[in-house]
């Protein structure tokens, strides 16, 4: 409701509005100082052909131009291609999920190869912290379809949380007050 009141505010009166925009004088140079108008009028006198290579208009440089063609496309998407005029999408590979409860209906979700969920990428890293010997990279990438290097990286630059309680016994406690 709000867009529609924004928007009549908006439009109400634009044409006018728009011509006495258009009709409104445009400001003008700033003036220049006087002693730079003797300094230009010098520099037009002592190099009058400068005036006339401006105006000039250079053939060799407009044939130039002219020869120049620029042709440009949009690049097609290789999942997309074009028949008899409709648009058809390629069908992805997918895979269900791992875990405990792989046919969840409530959570159903087919993961593209080559990507996990959340709750597989915390699992594969619990996994490969608990046990590195089992769970190597090349085991990971083959379970899940990954890519080696990404698994690799993975294990590398990420690791899940960690909680550790302490018990009182353990730890110094400051005597109560």
Do not use: C
Not at 26 to 32: F, G, Q
Not at 33 to 62: C, F, M, N, Y
Not at 123 to 131: E, F, R, S
Not at 160 to 176: G, M
């Amino acid at each position: 409701m709000g867009g529609s009141v924004t928007r009549a505010i908006r439009n109400f009166n634009v044409e006018n509005r728009a011509e006495r925009e258009i009709s409104r004088l445009k400001p003008s140079l700033a003036p220049k100082h006087p002693s730079t108008k003797s300094l230009l009028r010098e520099e037009k006198s002592r190099h009058a052909e400068i005036k006339g290579e401006i105006a000039r208009k250079d053939d060799k440089l407009l044939s130039l131009l002219k020869s120049v063609y620029v042709d440009s496309k949009d690049p097609v998407s290789s999942s997309i291609q074009v028949k008899d005029g409709r648009m058809h999408q390629e069908p992805k590979e997918f895979r269900l999920p791992k875990g405990p409860h792989p046919f969840d209906t409530l959570h159903l979700v087919n993961i593209p190869k080559g990507k996990v969920s959340i709750v597989e990428a915390l699992t594969l890293l619990n996994n490969h912290k608990l046990h590195p010997d089992t769970w190597t990279a090349e085991k990971v990438a083959q379970e899940y379809h990954l890519d080696l290097k990404d698994v690799n990286s993975l294990l590398r630059y990420f690791a899940t949380f960690e909680v550790k309680v302490f018990h009182p016994k353990d730890k110094k406690a400051l005597p109560p007050e």
